[in-house]
């Protein structure tokens, strides 16, 4: 990320611990305790969420939206990797009216980079596909490898304006 962006401070931060495997009330209140310690960030790059079969949000994190949005912070978060269109959290709150300048959802990139990978979620909440990392990250909900993990740490410095990041909404952006 220091190369994308030299002069930008960067702090990482292991505020979900258990491999990220948390129960939705408390996840609200681990964000929060995460930007309490050194204040709000410009950008904060989240790389959990999940599918609750809700069209308009996750409980567990609406206090910490909406204060995300007052503080005018842009949340980068991970689409997720179950291959599907359902929304995942927060990412999705992207395509939710009022959102789009506090959310940019990040899907990955196929290793060619031409359409978006096979195992990544996607639909129109979705709004960036980026590459994946080379070196796949477990994921807690699955044996297979995930890859959009890797992929949203290095989207954040340059958001939209990355020459391998490829809008939603591309002809194909979706394919193996």
Do not use: K
């Not at 948390?22 to 929060?32: T, V």
């Not at 994921?139 to 297979?144: D, V």
């Amino acid at each position: 990320m220091a190369a994308v962006a030299p002069n930008t401070d960067i702090t990482v931060r292991g505020s979900l611990n258990d491999a990220g495997a948390i129960l939705e009330s408390e996840f609200g209140e681990r964000l929060f305790e995460a930007v309490d310690a050194d204040g709000w960030p410009d950008v904060l790059s989240l790389s959990a969420g999940t599918s609750n079969g809700r069209t308009d949000g996750l409980l567990g994190v609406e206090n910490f939206m909406r204060e995300l949005r007052e503080q005018r912070t842009l949340l980068v978060a991970a689409a997720g990797n179950n291959a599907s269109a359902t929304p995942f959290w927060p990412a999705a709150y992207a395509d939710l009216p009022g959102w789009e300048d506090s959310v940019l959802s990040v899907g990955a990139l196929r290793s060619d980079g031409e359409f978006g990978a096979c195992f990544t979620n996607h639909g129109p909440w979705v709004r960036v596909y980026a590459p994946a990392s080379a070196s796949p990250a477990p994921s807690p909900a699955s044996s297979r490898p995930s890859r959009t993990c890797t992929s949203t740490p290095p989207t954040t410095p340059a958001a939209t304006a990355s020459p391998t990041a490829v809008p939603a909404g591309t002809p194909g952006t979706r394919a193996c």
